[in-house]
């Protein structure tokens, strides 16, 4: 059995001061075996808010597994952006930009699908494709997750634009065997298997600390995988502390992910549409 929490768009430079203590308690009462953070430390990459993301990620007592986001590279700098748009996450984050962990029961990707020439708009390459299916090829009989802050569905209300590969990233890692995809981005969360790919289960987690809200209070979802069943909760901010919300479990089936009957679904959670 393994935990893993999932947290993603903190925002430095745009977080609720008053949630970071509660949220590190929290993460540290829950003992997660791993967390996964999906990009966007920060809100304009710029260096005292790399310090801050830096001096928070430092306190989480589990490993922690992170990709970078779209505001992890300058928006007002373009020598910076297009010349060195990672440095300074490389810097105060982490010098990987696409790290693996692998134990007996998962394998976690990190993919950067971060596009330094389209600053809001991600991409996922064919190269990328590739390399994350041949690293899951000798993990049979393990869970596989892959890591990306562009989700890889928009539901029919987001405007921003899918980014570049989605669909083609979608159908080949549906194809080459990987389970759970881990996103961020978009400041809401669900759980439920990508329309266009049942195979392969969709997590999107909210904003852990951003005062940029989007419908949904502050969260972060906890993933408890036991074998074939994997069970998510979002826990979400309640005045200055976090408490469990909407949960699912969800079981392989003849016909990919199916939600276990009596479980309660994400009653809030949109409707999925590829693109």
């Keep these: 059995m393994r935990r893993i929490l999932h947290l993603s768009d903190l925002h430095y430079g745009r977080a609720d001061a008053g949630l970071e203590e509660p949220l590190l308690s929290t993460i540290s009462d829950l003992k997660p075996d791993l967390v996964v953070i999906s990009g966007d430390f920060t809100q304009r990459a710029r260096r005292r808010q790399f310090e801050d993301a830096a001096a928070f990620v430092a306190r989480i007592e589990a490993p922690v597994l992170s990709v970078p986001g779209n505001h992890d590279t300058p928006i007002d700098n373009l020598y910076r952006r297009f010349v060195t748009p990672f440095h300074r ?145 979002t826990w979400a901010a309640e005045g200055h502390r976090f408490a469990p919300g909407e949960s699912a479990t969800y079981a392989r089936g003849a016909s990919g992910w199916e939600r276990v009957a009596g479980e309660a679904e994400f009653t809030a959670r949109p409707h999925l549409a590829s693109g």
């Design 89 to 233: 996450y490389k810097s105060y984050i982490d010098p990987e930009l696409e790290p693996a962990v692998e134990d007996g029961e998962m394998s976690v990707i990190g993919v950067n699908t971060v596009n330094r020439f389209s600053w809001q708009r991600g991409r996922f390459s064919r190269r990328t494709v590739r390399r994350v299916c041949g690293a899951f090829e000798p993990q049979q009989g393990k869970l596989k997750v892959v890591v990306v802050h562009h989700p890889l569905e928009h539901g029919p209300t987001v405007e921003k634009r899918l980014m570049r590969g989605a669909s083609a990233a979608l159908t080949a890692l549906s194809g080459c065997g990987a389970d759970v995809v881990l996103s961020g981005h978009l400041h809401t969360a669900s759980a439920a298997p990508f329309t266009a790919a049942p195979g392969l289960l969709f997590v999107q987690a909210g904003t852990g600390l951003s005062t940029r809200l989007r419908g949904e209070t502050n969260n972060f979802n906890l993933l408890d995988i036991d074998g074939p069943r994997v069970s998510i909760t």
